[in-house]
């Protein structure tokens, strides 16, 4: 089993639709908890970061991580044609020194306009 | 602002062919990477660096090489290549010291082993 799963998708939504991206992961050492975005011959683009448990907003994105359940999920408000990307997750455990990232597999999105 | 550059940005070898990825970073980050990503695979460590000097492995160093020489650089080398290496290659970089280190990633080398 995969320290992190994420669903490929491909998931496609209408231009102005709410899009929630999800991942698991089975470690409870991991800490930290990222969302990356990266667009098709690019490379990828840090877009939330986050610690432990909680929420975080930054513009249209909205990033939740819920240590109980292992579960961490980013929503996209009113979402784009120049959303569409790959979305990949990323968490790190709290060790000095190497601060290794395991990603999860990316979820592609397409916005439909 | 530069952030980080991979070189070249495509290679085609043939197998057995020997190579180096140069990758250079401006941020002054402690801390390098280098990653392959494969459909399905997602991204996984090959090697990285903690230091000026330093280099460990991550979790699929067979085949690569890599060498710190100097801060901002970061080489990762085949030395005899396999078709199993074709791949994206992505390498990033940190700032380092303790707590959450978010990489920074530069735009990544296509390689195809015939």
């Known amino acids: 089993q995969k320290e992190v799963e994420q669903d490929p998708g491909p998931l496609s939504v209408p231009e102005g639709a709410i899009v929630s991206l999800n991942c698991t992961y089975s470690n409870s050492a991991f800490q930290y908890f990222m969302w990356y975005r990266q667009y098709s011959r690019k490379g990828p683009e840090l877009l939330m970061y986050t610690y432990s448990s909680g929420n975080k907003e930054d513009g249209r994105f909205t990033a939740q991580v819920d240590k109980s359940s292992k579960y961490i999920s980013l929503f996209i408000r009113d979402s784009q044609p120049s959303d569409s990307a790959t979305y990949l997750c990323?968490?790190?455990?709290?060790?000095?020194?190497?601060?290794?990232?395991?990603f999860g597999t990316g979820t592609r999105l397409t916005i439909i306009p | 602002n530069a952030g980080v550059t991979q070189t070249p940005k495509f290679r085609v070898l043939k197998t057995g062919q020997s190579m180096t990825l140069l990758c250079a970073q401006d941020m002054n980050h402690e801390y390098m990477y280098w990653y392959r990503q494969d459909p399905g695979m997602g991204l996984r460590l090959i090697h990285y660096?903690?230091?000026?000097?330093?280099?460990a492995k991550g979790e699929v160093p067979d085949g690569y090489n890599v060498s710190r020489l100097k801060k901002q650089n970061f080489l990762l080398g085949l030395e005899s290549a396999a078709p199993s290496q074709t791949s994206v290659y992505f390498c990033?970089?940190?700032?380092?010291?303790?707590?959450?280190?978010?990489?920074?990633f530069g735009d990544g080398t296509r390689l195809s082993i015939l």
């Open positions: 990323a968490m790190q455990k709290v060790s000095f020194g190497n601060e290794k990232l395991t």
């Open positions: 660096s903690v230091g000026e000097g330093t280099t």
């Open positions: 990033a970089s940190a700032p380092g010291g303790a707590g959450g280190q978010p990489q920074h």
